[in-house]
């Protein structure tokens, strides 16, 4: 296609928008409302991804070895499980490590207490490991695998919270996608019809191009121009509305509930817009662009 | 079936070899036919509504496609036409029609514009060509007028200034002075004689009698879908 016939299309794509204008503005305002719900559940999710992760985190598995092991034997173990790639951290307790920690959360007075046991730790041979993984989903294969290695007495693991977090975190996930291509699909449906309205506006016009001897691309790209206008357009409002709306609710949500703060961190704006805004731009090109290519390939075999 | 001598297949313009065409609702609209039409040559096809005028010239334009049959256009054996070829047919094609199609929010100039940049012309040409068009046709002075602004016979003379502007082999003319009184009638034919004489075919359907047994043609005609006759300066044949 020549310069001049592309500078042509973006005018008469421009145009196509201001003669139908209403039906433009509906398509718009369906792209606005789809992609600011997209908005509002990505922003939902990732506060809530990032919130599942702090609690995965959280999730920990302590495995005990057999009384009287050595160092070296514990030393066998590390390796072994360090060959596990799910593994997060891994962190050492000794016995004495073990028996401080837990005069120190069940005492008054620690200090007593340890004194009155002297040398005789009580948590004798609860030296153990504390794992965490990168995925709670791999919890219940890595603590079988656990289990079976040589030296290993016990394992303990929080299974029912771990299950909890996994199957809640794999439910939004496919929610998501769900409630996202019903919206997606809704937005292509009407950029569909404003294209399909445009072209019986000027059905005349297209029939007279095409006698003339005007290629299928040189009559579509007008029409390709006006979709992916009306899509950037539909996507740039929401971003822009959600990235203010997202400042001023974080701002009010910390300021009212500030023990929040302590357990909930917010995902930044820049952090969440900077995925957002240009997935949201794409995002309304493609229906624009699927849309208006869609329709023009059913309605101009003249 | 008709046999073309060698010697003149590159005169020929447009050739039709036992061509039938039935519409899916089963009305049979032409059956059988078979011509051809030389390069330069004028030709009406005349006959009474319902003959098949009307499919024969949307046959040429590649619009339908025949059930049965061969049409060769311009050099083009339609049979072997694939879709993406169809613009490269139609652009040796110039086409006038009784209601005159011109867009109606596009003034004078932009509506035989719009034939050179739906064929990408480039800019600088499309400013040159389409004046020398509008004089040529007679509409110079009123290139900033609007369709809805001119008489019938003038909206026919732009409708043959966008014909024209992209220099076609071939004009088609579907009853292109139906609309027209006496007078606007013999300017559009004179136009379309004057084309013809500077080297362009020219295929008319009409069934306006006094232009035909005037202009002295060759004259086709068909009878529901057959045709009757074809003969060099003929008239028209009365077929009550």
């Known amino acids: 296609m020549r310069i001049s016939s592309i500078g042509y299309s973006l005018r008469q794509g421009l145009k196509n928008i201001r003669r139908n204008l209403l039906f433009s503005l509906a398509s718009i305002g369906t792209i606005v409302a789809c992609l600011f719900l997209f908005g509002l559940m990505y922003a939902v999710i990732v506060n809530f991804r990032t919130a599942i992760k702090n609690i995965e985190g959280n999730i920990s598995i302590s495995v005990f070895f057999d009384a009287g092991i050595s160092d070296d034997q514990i030393d066998m173990i590390r390796e072994q499980i360090r060959t596990r790639e799910e593994v997060s951290t891994m962190d050492f307790i000794s016995a004495e490590d073990a028996w401080k920690q837990f005069s120190e959360a069940n005492y008054d007075d620690p200090e007593a207490a340890r004194e009155t046991f002297g040398t005789d730790n009580p948590l004798a041979n609860s030296a153990s490991f504390t794992i965490t993984l990168k995925d709670v989903n791999y919890q219940a294969d890595f603590v079988t695998f656990v289990s079976q290695i040589k030296g290993v007495r016990k394992v303990k693991s929080s299974e029912y919270t771990a299950n909890n977090v996994a199957a809640i975190n794999t439910f939004v996930g496919y929610a998501?996608?769900?409630?996202?291509?019903?919206?997606?699909?809704?937005?292509?449906?009407?950029?569909?019809?404003?294209?399909?309205?445009?072209?019986?506006?000027?059905?005349?016009?297209?029939?007279?191009?095409?006698?003339?001897?005007?290629?299928?691309?040189?009559?579509?790209?007008?029409?390709?121009?006006?979709?992916?206008?009306?899509?950037?357009?539909?996507?740039?409002?929401?971003?822009?509305?959600?990235?203010?709306?997202?400042?001023?609710?974080?701002?009010?949500?910390?300021?009212?509930?500030?023990?929040?703060?302590?357990?909930?961190?917010?995902?930044?704006?820049?952090?969440?817009?900077?995925?957002?805004?240009?997935?949201s731009l794409l995002i309304g090109i493609g229906i624009g662009f699927i849309g208006s290519w869609m329709t023009t390939r059913k309605h101009l075999r003249v | 079936m008709i046999v073309f001598p060698k010697e003149w297949k590159d005169t020929i313009m447009i050739t039709m070899e036992n061509v039938t065409m039935k519409y899916p609702t089963g009305t049979l609209a032409l059956q059988d036919i078979s011509l051809h039409i030389e390069k330069g040559e004028f030709v009406f096809i005349v006959g009474s509504s319902g003959s098949g005028k009307t499919t024969m010239l949307e046959l040429m334009l590649r619009e339908l496609v025949p059930t049965k049959g061969k049409i060769k256009v311009a050099g083009f054996d339609y049979t072997k036409l694939k879709r993406r070829q169809i613009p490269k047919v139609r652009r040796k094609l110039g086409f006038v029609f009784q209601n005159f199609r011109l867009i109606k929010d596009r003034t004078v100039y932009e509506n035989v514009a719009f034939a050179q940049r739906v064929i990408e012309t480039p800019a600088r040409y499309i400013r040159r060509q389409v004046p020398a068009m509008l004089t040529m046709v007679g509409l110079a002075d009123k290139y900033k007028s609007y369709p809805r602004q001119l008489s019938g016979g003038e909206q026919q003379r732009v409708a043959l200034a966008r014909a024209l502007v992209n220099k076609p082999d071939i004009i088609l003319a579907d009853e292109p002075t139906g609309n027209l009184d006496s007078k606007n009638t013999w300017e559009v034919m004179n136009l379309l004689e004057d084309i013809n004489n500077k080297g362009t075919t020219v295929v008319v359907v009409t069934h306006n009698k006094e232009i035909v047994n005037a202009m002295k043609k060759r004259v086709i005609t068909l009878k529901k879908g057959v045709i009757i006759s074809d003969v060099e300066k003929g008239g028209y044949i009365d077929e009550d």
Do not use: C, H, W
């Open chain 1, 176 to 279: 998501s996608v769900f409630i996202i291509a019903i919206l997606f699909l809704v937005s292509i449906f009407l950029i569909s019809n404003t294209i399909t309205i445009g072209i019986t506006v000027r059905k005349e016009e297209i029939k007279i191009m095409k006698l003339i001897g005007a290629t299928n691309a040189f009559v579509r790209a007008p029409f390709i121009v006006e979709g992916v206008v009306i899509g950037l357009i539909g996507s740039a409002i929401p971003v822009v509305i959600l990235y203010y709306m997202y400042g001023a609710i974080i701002d009010y949500v910390v300021g009212r509930f500030a023990v929040l703060k302590s357990i909930f961190e917010f995902v930044p704006e820049q952090e969440l817009f900077m995925v957002l805004a240009p997935v």
